[in-house]
């Protein structure tokens, strides 16, 4: 990965948020695949705020194309979010989205009755196409404030013959 590129680090809470971001990954433009990277497992939404400051802001404030994709879960606890953007330095917040089901990747896999992979792979779809989609369900509709952004400043990156 260039580092002087725009690229985008995913630091998932658990293993289930790992594969929904594994699976989009997938589905960005095979080209920039290697502009995105999926981070080992945090193991838990504390750990990723801690990981995020411990070894992330000062990557950011070193590589200004840098972006951070934090994914949580809000365990049915919206405040969690408000919270969980709070850590986050008003220098960065521009290139730091904070993404997650209401509850947690296991129910939204049951509402939907589909595998975490074909999730994922569907969110990256609606980015793509520029639609609501997936993103509008009850278990992540919260995200549309994020994802606004994210269409804005990733889509471009990832899915640059969408933009």
Do not use: T, Y
């Amino acid at each position: 990965m260039n580092k002087e590129r725009p690229h985008v680090f995913v630091l998932p809470e658990d293993d289930a948020n790992r594969q929904l971001a594994n699976a989009f990954h997938l589905q960005v433009d095979w080209n920039r695949q290697r502009w995105m990277q999926v981070l080992p497992v945090a193991g838990g939404w504390k750990e990723v705020l801690r990981l995020f400051a411990s070894d992330h802001i000062s990557q950011m404030e070193l590589w200004p194309s840098r972006f951070m994709i934090l994914l949580i879960d809000l365990d049915n606890k919206p405040l969690r979010l408000a919270k969980a953007l709070e850590e986050i330095p008003n220098h960065l917040r521009s290139r730091v989205f904070i993404l997650g089901v209401l509850s947690e990747p296991e129910r939204l896999r049951a509402a939907l009755n589909k595998h975490l992979e074909h999730i994922g792979s569907d969110l990256a779809d609606d980015c793509r196409s520029g639609i609501v989609g997936n993103w509008d369900h009850d278990l992540l509709k919260h995200n549309a404030p994020e994802l606004e952004r994210l269409r804005e400043l990733l889509c471009p990156i990832l899915f640059p013959a969408s933009a």
